[in-house]
């Protein structure tokens, strides 16, 4: 059986910007892809800014190489939106298919 890689409707509806996600909504991402076992390739932050604009932050991405496991990548992901708990952060996750 192939798995699923497309996020729900009930989870992408949660999204910013198409695919960017608050902290809060960055933890139910993770969940639906350690509930699925799809390993995560990386994610990426951005600042909102006052004025409604967003910056991406080169200096705040994580990256994982080919062959991290699925359950340390999920992991890693939970612990690098732990580390970086601006409010004003966006997340955007990568994994396989999507």
């Given amino acids: ?6 996020l ?12 960017w996600f608050s902290r809060e909504n960055t933890g139910h991402v993770l969940a639906w892809l350690e509930t699925h076992n799809l390993p ?8 909102k800014l006052p004025d409604g604009q967003w910056m991406l932050l080169i ?3 994580l990256d994982f190489n080919n062959d991290a ?7 890693q992901g939970r612990e690098f ?7 004003d952060l966006m997340f955007e ?6």
């Fill in 69 to 75: 496991d699925q359950a340390k990548s999920v992991q």
């Fill in 8 to 19: 729900p409707d009930e989870l992408a509806r949660l999204a910013e910007r198409g695919t």
């Fill in 81 to 87: 939106i732990r580390d970086h708990s601006d409010a």
């Fill in 40 to 47: 995560l390739d990386g994610i990426e932050a951005a600042r």
């Fill in 93 to 98: 996750l990568r994994w396989p298919g999507y």
């Fill in 1 to 6: 059986m192939e798995q699923e890689k497309a």
């Fill in 59 to 61: 200096d705040s991405m």
